[in-house]
């Protein structure tokens, strides 16, 4: 009987694990600063990465905060019609851009850094130019 039911756990979780992640109906992105590659954004807290992937529900929000040492411009590079607020333009710690998606298709985005705030910030490597692929259904 325990035999069965851990069996039965294990794909149940299995399954859970294996099923496409619904569309989230919004979203935060975080910039921050890192020693390889300069910067890197996260999901809803999930790793760093340069590039990232996320499914939304038509008409949902994303809401980029730049906590990084440098300003960042959002821009659109391909997709459906976009109109990205004034505030796209993150050029102050703790800046932030909400973006609303209201068409569906494939939007890619990225963001064009600027300068360090300060002097004296250390990098190794590459910059990393962070891209975002945005599903909208």
Known sequence: MIRTLSVLAVA????????PASPQ??????????LRGCH??????????PSQSISLAKGATVTIVNNDVMPH???KVSGPALTLPSTSN?????????VKFTKAGVYTLKTRAGEDYMKG?????EDNVLKLTVTVR
């Open 12 to 19: 149940g979780a299995s399954l859970l694990l294996a099923a």
């Open 25 to 34: 109906t919004g979203t935060t992105l975080t910039i921050r600063h890192q």
């Open 40 to 49: 890197s954004w996260s999901v809803n807290g999930g790793a760093y990465k």
């Open 73 to 75: 411009k959002l821009v």
């Open 90 to 98: 993150m050029n102050h710690p703790g800046a932030t851009a909400k």
């Open 121 to 125: 910030i250390k990098t190794i490597g």
